[in-house]
């Protein structure tokens, strides 16, 4: 008991966001392991869908997504869950808007109200408060419960000095005006120059919307933190990391899933359920394969979905492509794909709602990865040696399709004008695929994963960060 006291505790809590949720559970195992308390949070939610998706168990309510983890190394991971606002039942992607203005206005009274009741009741003590750098909230909650205040930013470190310097960006016309100047962005600190075509898509906005002022109010509130770690790689992104070190302690720590060696450690965190496509691939050549995913977020066009499909076929080329239900929004109809497409594609193709990311890409059938440029994808692409199709459709995609694609050299620009043509998509399949630029592609992800490998070695940036950052947390507890 005396021990257990004197163990660090912290709470964390991710959007409840796929791209999120998955880098959290990695870092709570990392934390775990090094002698931390865990309370981890999802939504509600959350915890329905993962549950409804990951297991057939009668009483879902008590469900824990870390019974393996515990029960194999011992670690101290406890699992709760805390109301978004809304009941089960609302559709939160029909209502966005509402569901965004929820998360902007409600959300922080449950989070509040559930941290004070864990802080009455909990032993050890709980000490810090670790929670994503979208949320709004975690310097009041912080500041209330006196806890250390850390955030985690799950994106790459570009996209995070952009936000950070969200009002640079305003002060110059660059953002938020109907005519943004349209001239490159020279002045933020870390950046040596970025175009209007690669800033994320929130910062090319005319205008405000709810998401845009949630991530403003969350810039505003991350000034605050005590700590930041990012799930991002030294070496790959030097200048804007050393540039944010002069503003606030910034911890790069990843790739978080490959960080002590935890890959193995099977957690539910799937949204979906997932098809096994291990079969299918089995019989396939080596390197022939093309993956397609959108991620979790990303709505296309009924449009371009019918353009990619026709593309595929074009190309010749073995191709899983992950369509989620959701994937094209609401107002297009249910029948996304050219009529006869599956009948057509017959061996060649193999279409699944959902599967697990990485055992498909680990698999060496697969050579080629058309990606919507998430970054636990991009991370996971380069871990495996898979170049990149890029296509980006919203969010930080539009800047991590630069830093994939400009600056590693590990991927190709999936359209080069605005609309999507089956021709074109065709032709880069075959450029990702084979011939001199994909051998080039392959020699250059080669070298990019030996960055990532030597980051998460026992020596490596991301192993020592995140040992600096354990000590500096403790040195701020004691
Ligand atoms: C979101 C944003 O869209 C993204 O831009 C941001 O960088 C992170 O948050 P998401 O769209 O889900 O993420 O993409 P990504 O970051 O790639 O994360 C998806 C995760 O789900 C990956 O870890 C991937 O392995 C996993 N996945 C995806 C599956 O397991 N199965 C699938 O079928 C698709």
Same mark, same amino acid.
Not at 36 to 63: C, G, P, V
């Given at each position: 008991?005396?021990?257990?006291?004197?163990?660090?505790?912290?709470?964390?809590?991710?959007?409840?966001?796929?791209?999120?949720?998955?880098?959290?559970?990695?870092?709570?195992?990392? %934390?775990?392991?090094? @002698?931390?308390?865990?309370?981890?949070? *999802?939504? =509600?939610? $959350?915890?329905?869908? &993962?549950?409804?998706?990951?297991?057939?168990?009668?009483?879902?309510?008590?469900?824990?997504?870390?019974?393996?983890?515990?029960?194999?190394?011992?670690?101290?991971?406890?699992?709760?869950?805390?109301?978004?606002?809304?009941?089960?039942?609302?559709?939160?992607?029909?209502?966005?808007?509402?569901?965004?203005?929820?998360?902007?206005?409600?959300?922080?009274?449950?989070?509040?109200?559930?941290?004070?009741?864990?802080?009455?009741?909990?032993?050890?003590?709980?000490?810090?408060?670790?929670?994503?750098?979208?949320?709004?909230?975690?310097?009041?909650?912080?500041?209330?419960?006196?806890?250390?205040?850390?955030?985690?930013?799950?994106?790459?470190?570009?996209?995070?000095?952009?936000?950070?310097?969200?009002?640079? %960006?305003?002060?110059? @016309?660059?953002?938020?005006?109907?005519? *943004?100047? =349209?001239? $490159?962005?020279?002045? &933020?600190?870390?950046?040596?120059?970025?175009?209007?075509?690669?800033?994320?898509?929130?910062?090319?906005?005319?205008?405000?919307?709810?998401?845009?002022?949630?991530?403003?109010?969350?810039?505003?509130?991350?000034?605050?933190?005590?700590?930041?770690?990012?799930?991002?790689?030294?070496?790959?992104?030097?200048?804007?990391?050393?540039?944010?070190?002069?503003?606030?302690?910034?911890?790069?720590?990843?790739?978080?899933?490959?960080?002590?060696?935890?890959?193995?450690?099977?957690?539910?965190?799937?949204?979906?359920?997932?098809?096994?496509?291990?079969?299918?691939?089995?019989?396939?050549?080596?390197?022939?394969?093309?993956?397609?995913?959108?991620?979790?977020?990303?709505?296309?066009?009924?449009?371009?979905?019918?353009?990619?499909?026709? @593309?595929?076929?074009?190309?010749?080329?073995?191709?899983?492509?992950?369509?989620?239900?959701?994937?094209?929004?609401?107002?297009?109809?249910?029948?996304?794909?050219?009529?006869?497409?599956?009948?057509?594609?017959?061996?060649?193709?193999?279409?699944?709602?959902?599967?697990?990311?990485?055992?498909?890409?680990?698999?060496?059938?697969?050579?080629?990865?058309?990606?919507?440029?998430?970054?636990?994808?991009?991370?996971?692409?380069?871990?495996?040696?898979?170049?990149?199709?890029?296509?980006?459709?919203?969010?930080?995609?539009?800047?991590?399709?630069?830093?994939?694609?400009?600056?590693?050299?590990?991927?190709?620009?999936?359209?080069?004008?605005?609309?999507?043509?089956?021709?074109?998509?065709?032709?880069?399949?075959?450029?990702?695929?084979?011939?001199?630029?994909?051998?080039?592609?392959?020699?250059?992800?080669?070298?990019?994963?030996?960055?990532?490998?030597?980051?998460?070695?026992?020596?490596?940036?991301?192993?020592?960060?995140?040992?600096?950052?354990?000590?500096?947390?403790?040195?701020?507890?004691?």
């Amino acid at each position: 008991m005396e021990d257990n006291q004197e163990k660090p505790h912290a709470i964390l809590m991710p959007c409840p966001l796929q791209g999120h949720i998955i880098p959290f559970v990695h870092l709570a195992i990392n %934390l775990a392991s090094k @002698g931390f308390t865990i309370t981890f949070i *999802n939504t =509600e939610f $959350t915890h329905y869908r &993962i549950t409804k998706a990951t297991t057939s168990a009668n009483n879902q309510e008590y469900y824990d997504i870390f019974t393996e983890a515990r029960t194999q190394f011992g670690f101290d991971i406890r699992y709760r869950i805390v109301s978004d606002g809304f009941p089960l039942v609302f559709d939160r992607a029909v209502n966005r808007e509402q569901f965004l203005k929820g998360m902007l206005y409600i959300f922080s009274a449950h989070v509040d109200d559930l941290v004070g009741k864990l802080e009455q009741n909990t032993k050890p003590k709980i000490t810090c408060l670790l929670a994503d750098t979208f949320y709004v909230w975690p310097s009041m909650v912080a500041k209330k419960y006196n806890l250390v205040n850390i955030s985690f930013w799950t994106e790459p470190a570009l996209d995070f000095s952009l936000y950070y310097h969200w009002d640079l %960006l305003k002060i110059n @016309g660059h953002f938020g005006y109907y005519d *943004n100047r =349209e001239d $490159t962005r020279k002045y &933020i600190p870390g950046v040596e120059a970025i175009e209007p075509k690669d800033l994320p898509s929130y910062l090319q906005d005319t205008q405000t919307t709810t998401m845009n002022k949630m991530i403003y109010k969350g810039y505003e509130n991350v000034k605050e933190a005590d700590f930041i770690i990012c799930n991002t790689i030294q070496e790959l992104e030097p200048k804007p990391i050393s540039a944010l070190n002069e503003k606030q302690p910034f911890y790069s720590i990843g790739p978080i899933f490959l960080l002590n060696g935890f890959t193995n450690i099977s957690i539910p965190t799937s949204l979906w359920s997932e098809s096994d496509c291990t079969q299918w691939l089995q019989p396939k050549p080596h390197g022939s394969v093309l993956y397609v995913s959108f991620g979790s977020v990303a709505h296309c066009s009924k449009k371009d979905i019918i353009e990619i499909a026709h @593309g595929l076929l074009l190309s010749k080329v073995s191709f899983i492509w992950v369509l989620r239900n959701d994937i094209v929004s609401s107002d297009d109809d249910d029948d996304i794909l050219p009529v006869g497409f599956e009948d057509e594609i017959r061996d060649k193709g193999l279409i699944v709602p959902w599967c697990c990311q990485i055992s498909v890409i680990s698999n060496p059938t697969v050579g080629g990865f058309l990606t919507h440029c998430g970054w636990n994808s991009v991370l996971e692409s380069i871990w495996y040696s898979v170049p990149m199709l890029c296509y980006p459709i919203f969010t930080d995609q539009i800047t991590n399709r630069k830093l994939v694609v400009d600056d590693w050299k590990v991927g190709l620009n999936f359209c080069d004008k605005k609309e999507i043509r089956r021709d074109e998509v065709s032709e880069k399949i075959n450029r990702l695929m084979s011939g001199k630029s994909a051998t080039d592609l392959r020699n250059n992800i080669k070298q990019v994963k030996k960055t990532l490998q030597d980051a998460v070695s026992t020596i490596g940036s991301s192993e020592r960060n995140f040992n600096k950052f354990i000590g500096d947390v403790k040195a701020k507890i004691s």
